[in-house]
Structures are given as C-alpha cells and as structure tokens.
C-alpha cells in the first residue's frame, strides 16, 4: 500500500459523499468523522489485503457503526477488496450485498453490523480465541460515542479486562453526537477515559483527526501485550472535512443534493 494517509482518508470521503449523494442515503456526518480512523487502520497498522482475507493470522476490524457503512466500504475498495466500479454500482440496489449497513457478505468484512451494542462483544470472542490458539493477530473494533449507551458494551468491557485481551483495541469514535442530540444532552458518558481505566484497560485519547496521533497510538496498542485491553478515545468532528456539515445533527439523515456534493467537492480538492 503506498498512497499517503492524507490521500486515503480524502478518497474514503470524497467517495462516501458520492455514494450518498448517488444513492440518496443518509449517515454521511459519522461517515466523515471516522475516515482518518479507517485511513490510519486500512493503510497502515492493520495487517489485511484482499490476498490475506481467509488468513487465519491476519488482523480482524468488527466495525460496530455499521450505519456509517459508505466509510468502511470506501476503505475496502480502495484496498482492492472490491471489483472497480462495483461498489458504486451496487450500492443498495435490489439483491446486492452492498446493504446500508455493512454486510458479512463482502469480503473484508468480518460481521455485518449496524445494530449497535452488538461487535465489541463479537470482538472479544475472536481477540479471547486469538490468545487460545496463540496465534499473533490484533482484534479491532471502531464503536460510534453514542452506542456506548448499550449495556452490551460494558458487558463486554468487563469481559475483555477480566480475560486479560491485550490482542483487543477499542476505538470510539467520539463526535459528540447521536441521532437524536448531543451525546453529552442523551446520555453522558464523561469521564469517559476514566470508566475505560476503572474497568483496567489501558486508555490514549487523542484528536481523531491528526493522521500521526492515530498512526503511533495504534502502533503501540498493537505492540503492547501486558495483559490489558486497549481503548482509543478518538475525538472527532461529525461531518469532518465539508464546512458546512460539521458538527451538524441534521447530516446525520440528511443525503447530500447536488449542490452540496459540489461544494464538497470544492473544499476536499477534487475540483
């Protein structure tokens, strides 16, 4: 892989604007705030290529906010995982794999998900078998901030601390809002790096967006094998990268019209 993080985490962008504005669907908000996690993730610490998608050693991404699926099938295609034009092509049409949430089906793809609460608990199952096999692969999972309100998933952080998944790395996508306001107004979750210790994992928080702060904070996550989980709370910008939809409740359903696709594209580079 040699494109430049910069560059992955524009393309995951420019593309998730085109399949929302194509398709008219919605979610682009959590979309924009995850793409330098993923950029950091696909093009650099994860080991996985389409050659590598049934190797029993590669690393494992369980991508809980599968919602915001145009990000992460935005990253698999750039990676190659995916014929060129199928992705645009099939997105949402009748019969294709390419759901609104993400699909199982595709390769790539370790679980379908979009039901939130449900892939930290999976991802400890695959990061608690991992350790029993000694075999040498990281487990990854991406949580949205606001599906931190899923007793599931603190079910599932006691288990990873009590069972010791130091192969297991956390990443909440912090942008501080959910479907229906703030995450701080629906439900607080501050002091949300100091719940993560008291439950004994190792916690960095970060700013979500510096593409070198995600690069060595998972670097060293997946280096560090001393006996506890890690959490990276990543805190990000809903919308990131278009002006007019950060921080902005309404791109969470809104798909963008033409004209916004356009300005988009203005601000990203692309014309």
């Known amino acids: 892989m040699t494109i430049a993080l910069d560059e ?14 194509c398709k008219r669907t919605s979610h682009i908000g959590g979309a924009l705030s995850v793409a330098d996690i993923l950029a950091v993730l696909y093009g650099d610490v994860m080991r996985i290529a389409p050659d590598l998608a049934s190797d029993p050693v590669r690393d494992r991404l369980f991508y809980s906010k599968g919602h915001a699926c145009v990000a992460l099938y935005a990253a698999l295609d750039i990676r190659g995982f995916f014929p060129a034009g199928g992705l645009r092509e099939g997105f949402i049409a009748d019969g294709s794999r390419f759901t609104s949430h993400v699909s199982h089906r595709l390769p790539g793809i370790e679980l379908s998900t979009g039901s939130l609460g449900h892939a930290l608990g999976v991802a400890c199952g695959s990061a608690l078998a991992g350790k029993r096999r000694s075999l040498s692969y990281s487990v990854f999972t991406v949580l949205g901030d606001g599906e931190l309100d899923e007793g599931s998933n603190w079910e599932a952080i006691l288990f990873a601390a009590h069972n ?5 790395i956390a990443i909440v996508d912090y942008n501080k809002l959910q479907s229906f306001g ?4 629906v439900t607080g979750l501050e002091p949300l790096a100091g719940k993560f210790r008291a439950f004994n994992w190792s916690v960095i928080e970060l700013d979500g967006h510096d593409l070198s702060a995600i690069k060595s904070a998972l670097s060293v996550a997946k280096a560090r094998r001393q006996g506890r989980p890690h959490c990276i709370i990543a805190h990000t910008v809903k919308g990131k990268g278009v002006s007019f939809m950060e921080g902005q409740l309404a791109w969470h359903y809104k798909s963008p019209s033409d004209a916004d696709l356009h300005a988009a594209r203005v601000e990203l580079g692309q014309l």
């Open 8 to 21: 992955f985490a524009r393309r995951i962008r420019l593309a998730a604007l085109d399949l929302c504005h």
């Open 164 to 168: 010791r998944l130091d192969n297991l």
């Open 182 to 185: 703030t995450v701080e107004a």
